[in-house]
Structure formats: C-alpha cells, structure tokens
C-alpha cells in the first residue's frame, strides 16, 4: 500500500514511511497546541509532492491561514497558480467582512452550518484537484466548528464527506479541538477516522492509532520557527 | 388554471407543462450537487409576472451572489426595488449576524418560521415561493415539526395559487420521511451527480408530476454560469458528403467552434480530420462533433460517430448524386438508429431540390424530419470555403433535433 509522507519531520519513520494512502487521520488536542500547523505542513508536503491538496478551515480566515503558512516559510502560490489547490474558507463569511469572503476559481466561501453548500464546495474542489492526479490530499480544519451544528446533522455529513473522500481515493486530515463537544461526539469522531494522533500542547504526541502500526506510540514534538518538527 | 413555467423547456414537458397555480413541487438532489440554480430559475421564470418571496436557510447575500453568478442579478434587483421580491432570512438571527430583510427569523423557533412562511405565501397571492432548504428546516426543528408546518403552508399556497418550490438535500433520512414527502407534494423531482471518483456530471429527472404516472428518464444537464441550468447534449454528430456544407452548417450553429482544414487539392479549405463546437441554445447546451466529408477519411467515422445522442446529415440540395453517399456515411458512422435530421443545405442555389423531393430521393421515412437552409441574406456568393447560413433555418434545424431526441 502506497504511503503518504506526513510533512513532520522525524514523524514519518515512527509509522512506517507515512500514513496509508486514502485513509482517515484526525489530530486532536487543546487549543493552541499545533493542530493548523501540522495541517499546514501536511498539505504544503502533498503539493511539494505533486499531490493537489483541498484545504478548508474553519477557525481563522483563509487569509489569517497564509500568513501562518507565510511565517512558516510555506508558498502555496505556484501550485496555486497550477490549479493544484483548493480553498474552503468556512470563517470569513460569518466575519461579516464581504471583501474577505470573495469566491475565485479555487477559493469557496460557505458557512459551517450549511452543510448542503459546504457539500458542494467540497465536491467541486474534490473534481478540480483530482484532475489528472492520481493522488491528492483532504484538509478539513477543523471540526470543532461543526460542533454547533446537530449531531445527527454532523454525523450524518460526516459520513458521506469521508465517503466521498474515499471513493476519491484521497487521504484525508481532520483537526479537532479537544474539549469543545460532549465526550460522545468525540468518540463518534475517533470512530469514523482510520487513525488518530494526540498533541497535549506541551510536547507530548501520542500516535492513538494508525492502521498497520502498533499503538499507541509516545513521541516527543516541538513547534519552531519552520513547524513540527518530532524527536 | 394558470399553469407556470419552471423556465426549463423540456422540464415543463415533463412535469406536464409544470405546476397549476397553487401546486408544490419538491426537488431533492444528492449531498454535493447544486440545485438552488434551479429554484432561482423558477423564480426568474415568474419574475416579470408575478410577486414571489424567496425563502432563505442561507445567508441571503449569499443567495444574491448566486443569483450574480448566474447573471440574473439585475431582474432580481429590480424586482427587489419593486418590491416585488424578497428574502426571509432564517439563519443571521441564529449566527448572530445583523440582518435587514422584510422577515427575519429564527430558525430554531417553530413559531417564528411558521408565521412568517404564512404570512410571506399570503403576501405574494398568484406567486411563487422558494424554500431553500427544507432539510435545514428539518434538521432544525426535527421531521415531524416540519412535515406539520410543510402541510400547512402548502394548504395556504393552494388557497392563494402559489407555487411552492422545495429545495431538499437528500441525506440520510429515514425513508419514511421521504415518502411522506412524497406524497404531499404535487410534484417531485430530483437531481442527482454522476459519479466515478468524483462527480463528473450530473442529471435531473421527475418522479412524479401530479396525478400523471411518469417513467423515470434521467436527462443531463450542465449549469452554466451566467445562464443558469441547461440540458446538455454531450453529443451531436454533423455528417454528410464532401462539400454539403457542413462546416459552413457548424460554424452558422456553434457558438464556438473550431476547425481542422486543409486548402489540399481545390481552392477552398476541406475538413481533414473534423470540426467541434459547441452551442447554446434556449434550454439546451450541446457539443457537436463534425465529420470530414471526403472518402479518404471514412476510417475515422465510426470513432467520430461514437455515443452521438442524435445526428444532423448535411446534404447537398443541388446534387443528388451524393444522396447515396450520405447514406453510406451514415451507416459507416454507425448512427442509423440515432434520431436524426436531413439538413437540406443551398436551398438558395438555382436547381436545388425541396424537402419532399429529397425525402422521396433518398428513400426516407416520415419520421425523419427534412429541413431546407439557405446561405444567409447578406452572405456574399460563391465563397471560398464555408459561408453564414441563415440563422433563422439553422435554429429550425437544431428545433427538430431536440423534438427528435426529447420528443
């Protein structure tokens, strides 16, 4: 089975060259403990990769998101320019700024609670980036903000997102903050995923599970100036 | 009874010319497939006629650059500043948003939606209403509430003719919830993606257009932004003999096209491997494939002629002796049982013969429509290579292929 690199450096040889091709993997943890970043430097890894990769976040601005990419030394751009991207920004619109939230060919503008235009965001951005690519990524960052939303709403989206995802063939990476929905939606997250990864915030990373990997495993991580990076 | 036009030519066939006055009609559509395009065309189709409301799950600016996306911005203002339009926001309450519509609600409160759903169907007596979406309606209030308040607001519609138009994304909801759906509605329709890896097209089809029992018939469409919701024809074949005029037939009929030619051995440029092109016309987007005429090029007819949905055979009305060879060409394109039309080209030139008595020449059935063209009035005569047709002929010739492949 082909294997899709991380984008953390040191993180790769703990799960035998990567995760699976097509799988399901959710990094979860407290605020502020790295979840965007390793997204960032998961997507940034695929394009580098010549794997196009959909992004769509739900926490800050598309624009907040790259000048983080920015600041980490990530420049999207040229794949940009290749088609190889595709944005879903689920923040701006709800920022009331109207100059934030402009729809382009590879940016869509939704909210988190429409589910129905955020499905079709996601299917038309899913149908640009597989074009002619064999391999391509799936960045939803993150589910918190889907939490709001009915539970037999998100579970029921859920399903079919990761279904989609799958019959794509796309390898899919989902954040999710700790602590914001009750202790069943959390389980129902963990259960739909192929593999999960915990970041404590404070440098411990545990791999909770990862298909064809024995689990758990305790890593170490720090956040510098360039990304994760594991020991 | 008034009966209303989706604005969608063969859906108002199908639907039995669409709804009387006071009719609902529910359109579901699976997870990822846009459909609020074709909301937003029912209610362009009433626009210059009648007051509608436009119920909204959606940020209505949203819904405005929908409406901008598909170019019908400026009748929608319009109608907005007339006052003959308008939003219900359901959702900026919910999200904390500020908010300036004629209703603004809450979602989540039964009460709020129920009264100003009433009261909007009653404002816009003889109009048209759309709900975008019922399944945000019920996944907010739960499915019994909002089958209750879908019964009661379908009951005032009909007391105040007004459509109603359902938008339903089809989740995973219990069956049951569906067939209750069902049957209150007038009509049902759906649209669904064609999907091999991701969704490379999509289709609609109707499932029920009141009392009149339908046979499922998915037809394909394509949205086009601006124009809104077409039918799409993936593929029409132009064939006929060398120098019928069938590029001149394309070029007169595509929106664009593209030609491959050589000037070889005449004066004048000749198909060497083919033409497409692509036209839009009223409810239908079709791409169009033309074959070369020569015999030297047979060997690529079948490949050109492959998953034609109908075909248009250009002849030469001044020269029945390629009669035949139009026939051949048919066969070796393997398009024999594909609806078709006989183009019956330079019906201007001295000498051409009519319709009927290239019908009997070429040993046609009835049910093949015959259709003169002439150059256009202003085409300048003879020309070196293809030249304008008449506009006027070549739309009558696209009008009987459509009747030949949608009936």
């Not at chain 1, 503008?109 to 899913?126: C, H, K, Q, Y």
């Not at chain 2, 809450?106 to 009433?118: H, W």
């Amino acid at each position: 089975m082909a294997k899709i690199k991380t984008g953390i450096p040191g993180l790769d040889e703990k799960i035998d060259n990567g995760f699976p091709e097509g799988s399901v993997i959710m990094v979860y943890g407290p605020p502020k403990c790295g979840k965007t970043i390793f997204s960032t430097q998961f997507f940034y890894s695929g394009l580098q990769e010549e794997e196009p990769g959909l992004y769509a976040i739900t926490g800050l601005p598309l624009k907040q998101l790259k000048n983080m990419m920015r600041e980490l030394g990530i420049s999207p751009t040229q794949y940009e320019e290749k088609g190889s991207v595709f944005y879903i920004d689920l923040f701006s619109v709800q920022s009331g700024r109207a100059e934030d939230a402009v729809d382009t060919e590879i940016v869509r503008n939704v909210l988190p609670r429409e589910m129905t235009e955020f499905m079709i965001a996601f299917s038309d951005g899913l149908k640009k980036i597989c074009h002619n690519a064999l391999r391509v990524r799936v960045v939803l960052d993150g589910l918190t903000e889907f939490v709001e939303i009915n539970p037999e709403v998100l579970k029921r989206a859920t399903k079919i997102l990761i279904a989609k995802n799958k019959y794509a063939n796309a390898t899919m990476f989902l954040t999710y903050t700790e602590g914001t929905a009750d202790p069943r939606t959390e389980t129902l997250f963990k259960s739909m995923v192929d593999g999960s990864i915990h970041l404590d915030g404070k440098g411990k990373l545990v791999i909770e599970s990862m298909p064809m990997t024995p689990c758990p495993i305790e890593l170490n991580y720090r956040i510098t100036k360039k990304g994760i990076i594991v020991r | 009874m008034k009966l209303r036009s989706t604005g969608i030519e063969i859906l108002d066939k199908l639907l039995g010319q669409w709804l009387p006055s006071g009719k609902s009609i529910l359109l579901y559509t699976t997870p990822g497939i846009q459909s609020d395009v074709i909301g937003y065309q029912c209610l362009l189709a009433g626009i210059d006629e009648k007051s509608f409301c436009f119920i909204s799950t959606t940020l209505p600016d949203l819904a405005r650059r929908s409406i901008e996306k598909y170019g019908w911005e400026e009748k929608f203002d319009a109608a907005e500043k007339a006052g003959n339009f308008f939003f219900i926001d359901a959702i900026s309450i919910a999200l904390g948003m500020p908010t300036k519509e004629r209703y603004n609600v809450d979602i989540s409160n039964v009460e709020e939606m129920d009264e100003a759903l009433s009261n909007s169907i009653k404002d816009i007596k003889g109009g048209i209403g759309l709900i975008n979406s019922f399944s945000t309606i019920v996944d907010e209030l739960g499915a019994d509430e909002a089958l209750k308040l879908a019964g009661k607001w379908n009951k005032i519609a009909e007391e105040m003719n007004v459509n109603l138009v359902y938008l339903f994304t089809a989740w995973e909801y219990p069956t049951d919830l569906y067939q209750k759906l069902n049957d209150m509605m007038n009509s049902v329709m759906k649209v669904a993606g064609i999907e091999k890896r991701v969704i490379m097209g999509q289709y609609f089809s109707v499932l029920k257009a009141g009392e009149v029992e339908v046979e499922e018939r998915p037809i394909l469409c394509t949205i086009l932004r601006p124009g809104g919701l077409r039918v799409y024809i993936p593929k029409l074949l132009v064939t006929g003999p060398y120098n019928a005029g069938k590029t001149s037939f394309m070029q007169s009929l595509a929106t664009r096209s593209v030609s491959v030619d050589r000037k070889a051995f005449e004066k004048y440029p000749t198909t060497v491997a083919l033409d497409i092109g692509h036209v839009d016309y009223k409810s239908f987007s079709a791409d169009i494939f033309g074959t070369p005429g020569q015999e030297r090029f047979d060997l690529l007819l079948r490949e050109l002629g492959g998953e034609a949905i109908g075909v248009l055979v250009v002849v030469d009305s001044t020269n029945p002796k390629t009669f035949p060879r139009a026939k051949e060409m048919i066969q070796k394109c393997d398009v024999e049982s594909l609806p078709k039309v006989i183009v019956a080209n330079k019906q201007n030139l001295e000498g051409a013969l009519k319709p009927e008595e290239i019908r009997e020449k070429m040993a046609l059935g009835y049910d093949v429509p015959v259709i003169p063209v002439s150059a256009a009035p202003d085409a300048k005569l003879p020309t070196e290579g293809p030249c304008q047709l008449n506009k006027a002929d070549v739309y009558k010739v696209m009008d009987a292929m459509l009747a030949q492949i949608y009936g």
